[in-house]
């Protein structure tokens, strides 16, 4: 059954920033938000930028240009924005509700869902273990002990916190993987934390040196 919604006419939000918080028991809620949309062929850019927006938000696309989300007020305001940028691009959108689904179509969502907060979690996991890890590895076998290496690592971190926080807010479903996700991120942190310490002992080192501590 697909009923439209009334259209949102209040400003554009980001749509970078996290979705919030899932609706309540979203597993097992009646209805669903549902969108499709055309854009221009000739502007691939444009599809690009409307697919981009959707992800951001954790859309769960059934196909090319057909997607799915919870029905949760703030998602319908997001999606409006998102149908307002498509009107800007010169191309058309219909959006509604989907509801009364065969336990099979309702689980196949489910699943969709939770796979894709999944794989997302899995690769904050990776990019810890084999970006974030290494980085600090490395850098304590070239003994760069330094202010500003310590301050690009700590920009790392607040990359990956950010990306968590994301993920963590288009999870709708509690998808497994969340729990290793910022087990691994706080990890980061400590290991950060850690190397600041060296770094701070270094140049106390230095500081002092073989002449004693610097004069002022």
Known sequence: MLVQAEGYVG??????EPSGP??????????????TYKVPNQ?????VAVWRDLKRLGALYLQ?????????????VKLEAVRRRIDDLGGT?????LSHL???DRKHLVDGFRANAEREYAEIVEECETKFFKEIEFERFRKNFTYEESEEIGQDLDKLRRWLDKATGRDWLGAPGRAEAEAKVAECARMLEEFENEVFE????????????LQK
């Open 22 to 35: 899932p609706p309540e028991d979203s597993a097992h809620q009646a209805t669903w938000l549902l969108l």
């Open 93 to 97: 959108s219909f959006f509604g509700t």
């Open 102 to 104: 065969a336990e099979a």
């Open 43 to 47: 502007s691939s850019r444009a599809r």
């Open 202 to 213: 270094v140049s106390e080192q230095v500081d002092d040196g073989p002449a004693g501590p």
């Open 64 to 76: 090319q240009a057909v997607c799915v989300l919870p029905d949760a007020p703030h998602v319908v």
């Open 11 to 16: 400003p554009m939000e980001d749509l970078t």
